[in-house]
């Protein structure tokens, strides 16, 4: 009987671990899940403001000197359009080599400036990352990726990470439109599918400067950027 007891309390016990186990995982899984399907949502249009510290829309931005990865230093009064003349206005761009959502824009960005530069509109991406935290976002990692993809924008670094918080900037990639007198016009995503851009069904970038162009508030004016997170650097 001993013998008996023993082995059903044996085998209650494993059911119990087995369920236990069973519902662990399911939970983990369900986790994980919701964690991919947030990382993988749509930007949101938004009208208003989404941060109260860097630039607002209608704000002025301040023009910058930041290392190209050629090792010229560019402000933005340095900047052409694709036909050598002073830009209409530039799409600032918050981005870097190491985020997996930079990464998928890389061909994106390369698209969006050969297109928009060829209007007025060229392209200046900025590496706001700390190096140190980051590696893969060295500046000689930039010149290797910039070269591998063939950048027809500069690509400069933020190395005293002074630039990015004044624009506001928390993601790569981030955008900040600015017109020909630096007043930023349009603040966010590129478009609306950060995962696959043969899904994309609004070029929320190429929209504002359609918009501007014909002397137009853009809709929307702000749309919450996808991305990773900007690195600072440790205190």
Same mark, same amino acid.
């Given at each position: ?43 949101? @249009? ?8 860097? #630039?607002?829309?209608?704000?002025? @931005? ?55 530069? +060829? ?21 000689? @990692? ?16 933020? +190395? ?8 506001? +900037? ?7 439109? #600015? ?45 919450? +950027? ?10």
């Amino acid at each position: 009987m001993k013998t008996l007891a023993s082995f059903l309390l044996s085998a209650t016990i494993l059911l119990g671990l087995t369920a236990c186990t069973n519902q662990t995982q399911s939970e983990e899984t369900a986790q994980a899940t919701t964690s991919e399907a947030a990382a993988q949502q749509q930007p949101k @249009a938004m009208t208003v403001a989404m941060k109260s510290n860097g #630039l607002s829309i209608g704000d002025k @931005a301040s023009d910058f000197k930041l290392e190209n990865v050629d090792g010229t230093f560019y402000s933005l009064a340095d900047i052409k359009d694709a036909n050598g003349k002073k830009p209409k206005g530039y799409i600032v761009t918050f981005t870097c080599n190491t985020c997996p959502f930079a990464m998928k824009y890389e061909d994106r960005l390369i698209e969006l400036h050969n297109k928009m530069s +060829a209007k007025g509109y060229p392209l200046i991406a900025i590496q706001p990352n700390d190096p140190i935290a980051k590696p893969g976002d060295s500046m000689k @990692a930039m010149q290797k990726r910039a070269k591998e993809k063939g950048f027809p924008f500069v690509y400069l670094m933020d +190395a005293e990470q002074e630039v990015y918080p004044k624009y506001g +900037a928390g993601r790569t990639p981030e955008i900040y439109l #600015l017109d020909s007198d630096l007043i930023l016009r349009y603040h966010g995503a590129v478009d609306d599918n950060a995962q696959n851009p043969d899904a994309v069904t609004i070029n929320y970038v190429e929209n504002a400067i359609k918009a501007i162009e014909k002397g137009e508030k853009p809709d929307p004016v702000e749309v919450k +950027a996808i991305g990773c997170t900007i690195k600072p650097k440790k205190s």
